[in-house]
């Protein structure tokens, strides 16, 4: 699971294989989601005992799987040591997104982010990042539906992940010997076969690694700005102090050279009192005036440990319209999942805390969700 197109040809090869029959398994794993050697029925008997004995295919283990009402779903995989990571989908009208995580914890420790909080456990493999899309594509077909709790949208059945977007737990761009083989196989045709302006990786200014990814794999950015000031930034995204605003900028300009999209996505969570006013907005339009740029205005999701609240619907309104009247084009998120934590890296620490209470009192069960949130 966790080998690229070149990777695993170069296995095959190795086993003196032809590059073909690398392709075919690409296929049989990935396309049409089989585990299992033996059900590989066009592959040659003895490259399927090959296969059996020396190789496993395996998405990480599911700890929990939830579903909310407006159609969003959420896993939650154990990814061993008591860490676990998580994976969102939200089907919408014109597509489905899967949202995927690339480390369990995060070093960058954004004040207003819960995977910020819980500090850095470990990178995630390419298996386990494109485990998540291998599993979460298995268990919607298998359920013969788009996630929805109504009717399928008609005619979009066969490829019901969409989008795929990196802004799940974790800096990808942190880890990024892992998270290339695994964006390669989103692209393949003999895999996942998304274009690039499908598949998304945000970050929160990793300059050097932007440079590479336009290098290697230029699929479209969203880079987490939050802060039109070096200030401000240096707080809400502590990268900042390394790779101060002017920095990130001109990272984002050579990146549009590569860029699948003719704009780079802002992201700017909406903190009340802290980021949200007029003279913050007119400080952005500075930003993004010079940049080709859509912003994102997100709603915060909060929780307890961040001491930081919501900016209030009408002031989100107001932020907009400013950006707007001022030319640059501008989209405040809707919330989903609500029900279920479905925001960055909310479940997992709510999870885990109450994992490790439950493990101090030497209860071992299942927790469930209503049990995590109580
Ligand atoms: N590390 C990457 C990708 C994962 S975070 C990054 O920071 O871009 C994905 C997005 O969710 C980022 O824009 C992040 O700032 C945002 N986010 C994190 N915590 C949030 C919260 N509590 N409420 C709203 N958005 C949040
Ligand atoms: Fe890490 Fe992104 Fe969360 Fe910041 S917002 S702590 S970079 S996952």
């Not at 274009?195 to 440079?211: N, Q």
Request: net charge neutral; hydrophobic share 40%; with cysteine.
């Amino acid at each position: 699971m966790g080998y690229g197109a070149d990777a695993l040809a170069e296995l095959v090869q190795g086993w003196g294989g032809k590059p073909f029959r690398a392709r075919q398994l690409l296929r049989w794993i990935h396309q049409r989601g089989v585990a299992d050697f033996d059900a590989m029925t066009d592959l040659a008997r003895d490259f399927r005992a090959t296969l059996a004995e020396r190789c496993h295919v395996q998405a990480p283990g599911v700890q929990l799987e939830h579903r909310s009402r407006d159609g969003t779903r959420k896993w939650l995989f154990d990814v061993g040591a008591g860490n676990a990571i998580e994976t969102v989908f939200i089907p919408e009208d014109d597509r489905g997104t899967l949202c995927i995580s690339s480390q369990a914890g995060c070093t960058v420790a954004c004040p207003f982010c819960s995977t910020g909080h819980q500090g850095f456990n470990r990178n995630l493999g390419t298996n386990e990042i494109i485990g998540q899309l291998w599993w979460a594509r298995h268990a919607i077909q298998a359920d013969g539906d788009t996630g929805r709790l109504g009717d399928a949208p008609a005619g979009n059945e066969h490829r019901i992940i969409s989008n795929v977007v990196m802004m799940g737990m974790g800096e990808p761009l942190l880890n990024y010997n892992a998270v290339l083989p695994a964006l390669q196989l989103m692209l393949d045709d003999n895999a996942y076969g998304l274009s690039r302006r499908r598949v998304t990786v945000s970050t929160s200014g990793v300059v050097p690694m932007m440079d590479r990814l336009g290098e290697d794999c230029p699929v479209a950015l969203a880079v987490s700005l939050h802060a039109p000031n070096d200030t401000l930034r240096d707080r809400l995204v502590p990268l900042n102090r390394k790779y101060p605003l002017r920095e990130l900028l001109a990272a984002c300009e050579r990146y549009l050279v590569h860029a699948p999209r003719d704009f780079i996505t802002f992201e700017y969570v909406m903190l009340d009192g802290v980021n949200d006013t007029d003279a913050h907005a007119d400080e952005l339009i500075g930003i993004a005036r010079n940049v080709p740029c859509k912003l994102n205005l997100i709603p915060f999701n909060p929780f307890a440990q961040s001491g930081l609240h919501r900016s209030p619907a009408a002031r989100v309104k107001l932020f907009a319209q400013r950006l707007m009247d001022a030319g640059i084009v501008t989209t405040v998120r809707k919330t989903r999942g609500d029900d279920i934590d479905a925001a960055c890296g909310q479940l997992a620490g709510e999870v885990r805390d109450r994992t490790r209470l439950t493990e101090r009192a030497a209860q071992r069960r299942t927790i469930s969700i209503a049990e995590a949130r109580a």
